[in-house]
């Protein structure tokens, strides 16, 4: 099994930056590719950004040039380095991790509100 938990976010004036962070623990040996995606109200959820245990990302293209994600092996973390945010930015953000035998992992989320 594989824990995750999520902090960082929070209330933010558009154009303000914020970084989430996701902590695994438990059996973190075979987790491969970590993740961020989000769910607005009403809506799916969906990628924002992935990255592989080799450092390969992928990213929505509604972030591109403005979200960074990066991972941290050795403390089994994985960061979301948000700038420039709008207000369809806001959501619930989940973060997720594919461990041994492609089983999926998911955090209990965090909040990110953008508005003036």
């Known amino acids: 099994q594989v824990q995750l938990v999520e902090s960082g976010g929070g209330l933010v004036q558009p154009g303000e930056s914020l970084r989430l962070s996701c902590a695994a623990s438990g059996n973190t040996f075979g987790i491969k590719t970590m993740g961020w995606y989000h769910q607005a109200p009403g809506k799916e959820r969906d990628l924002v950004a992935n990255i592989t245990r080799y450092g390969l990302t992928t990213y929505a293209d509604s972030v591109k040039g403005r979200f960074t994600i990066s991972r941290d092996n050795t403390k089994n973390t994985v960061y979301l380095q948000m700038n420039n945010l709008k207000p369809e930015d806001t959501a619930v953000y989940y973060c997720?991790?594919?461990?041994?035998?492609?089983?999926?992992?998911w955090g209990q989320g965090t909040q990110v509100t953008v508005s003036s």
């Open positions: 997720r991790a594919i461990g041994a035998l492609a089983r999926e992992y």
